[in-house]
């Protein structure tokens, strides 16, 4: 079976060190040159489930949030092909991105133009990888077979759960067999034509503190176990699924929690939300770290040039959160953010340039 974790004959903490020491000199190129390495377009901000721990689309999450004023329900659109095509075109001058992802808040298999967008990246160029994120419901064998002919590099399976009765329970709606029979016929469809995409599975880390998911995820390693052992191009992969919900609500009831470091992402990707709005984050659902607008820009480097994405992180490295929820209270950290917080006095020289 193939799994994402780090091959056992190189020990952990080596590779962590060299992978930490290269995404931080990319951080640090990246700064000095105005490039950027990855890119989030939000195909679509609707969705088709409603899965409790997603911070857009939960049913648990209020409408409205008086404490501190947020917006809880943000626009939900498809992102129009004219403006997908303007967002390509104002790549121009930050390097070649390592990835452009196609998916934001939503479901992006929801946005009819999806196939399309995949193949005016491609023609571009403007990125070694395309991958797309999707919950699996809409993953046909034709749209797959598009996607992949249109030139997408991975498709990413958002899995999660895999008895019918949980799926519904977490996700909303009765989706179980359907994302299951469209990932196989994926898979089948690899075998058979030796496509030149990676499929993977996402589900929970077998490590969760909640029972019910890791069996969930042990359920799928066993579904998929025997079909996929010869496959190197289909893996599993478990992620840590983040209580974005609770722990929204608990910083707006004034919960203690605030992070200790800053999170690396507004140094090294930007987001472009469905209407046009770039954010420093790609889980931004509640718009607090916008940073520009692709209509108002005139290309992607200006926004990367700009005094009000330059001064957000040098606040994020001062610690400074400004209120800003998103950051405060977010708890999803990388290998990275520690050290690049250790790095922060090179890093504030570099941002007053
Ligand atoms: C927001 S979704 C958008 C794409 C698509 N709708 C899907 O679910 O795959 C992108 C990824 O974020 C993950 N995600 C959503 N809420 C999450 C959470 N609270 N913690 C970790 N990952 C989460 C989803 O499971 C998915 O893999
Ligand atoms: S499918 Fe994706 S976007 Fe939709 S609710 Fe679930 S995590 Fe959120």
């Not at 080596?14 to 190129?29: T, V």
């Not at 179980?176 to 990932?183: D, K, M, Q, R, S």
């Not at 995409?197 to 929970?204: D, E, G, I, M």
């Amino acid at each position: 079976m193939n799994h994402s974790s780090i091959p056992s004959a190189v020990p952990a903490d080596a590779c962590n060190a060299a992978k930490i020491a290269e995404r931080i000199r990319g951080i640090e190129q990246g700064l000095i040159n105005n490039t950027l390495a990855v890119l989030v377009v939000e195909a679509t901000s609707r969705c088709n489930l409603t899965c409790s721990f997603c911070g857009m689309h939960s049913k648990s999450l209020s409408t409205t949030d008086n404490s501190k004023n947020r917006k809880m329900t943000p626009p939900k659109m498809h992102i129009d092909l004219d403006l997908f095509k303007e967002t390509v075109k104002k790549c121009q001058g930050i390097g070649k991105l390592k990835v452009l992802y196609l998916h934001g808040n939503g479901e992006p298999l929801l946005n009819p133009d999806i196939v399309k967008m995949v193949d005016i990246a491609k023609k571009a160029d403007i990125a070694e990888q395309i991958i797309l994120v999707t919950n699996g419901v809409l993953l046909s064998k034709q749209v797959f077979m598009d996607l992949v002919v249109a030139g997408i590099t991975s498709i990413r399976v958002s899995l999660d759960i895999i008895s019918p009765k949980k799926f519904r329970e977490v996700k909303g709606a009765d989706f179980a067999e359907i994302v299951l029979t469209n990932i196989d016929a994926c898979i089948n469809l690899m075998r058979s034509d030796h496509l030149p995409v990676t499929l993977t599975v996402l589900c929970a880390d077998p490590k969760s503190e909640d029972k019910e998911i890791v069996e969930e995820t042990l359920k799928i390693q066993e579904y998929f176990e025997e079909k996929i052992n010869d496959m190197a191009n289909v893996i599993i992969q478990y992620r840590k699924l983040f209580n974005w919900v609770d722990s929204i609500k608990r910083i707006t009831d004034g919960g203690p929690y605030r992070r200790p470091v800053p999170c690396e992402q507004p140094f090294y990707l930007l987001m472009v939300h469905a209407d046009g709005d770039v954010s420093m984050c790609c889980a931004d659902a509640m718009k607090e770290l916008i940073v520009g607008n692709i209509q108002q820009s005139d290309s992607i480097k200006s926004i990367l040039m700009s005094s009000g994405l330059k001064a957000r992180q040098r606040n994020l490295l001062k610690m400074n959160y400004n209120g800003i929820l998103a950051c405060e209270c977010c708890e999803v950290y990388s290998i990275v953010d520690k050290s690049l917080f250790e790095k922060r006095e090179e890093l504030l020289k570099l941002l007053l340039i």
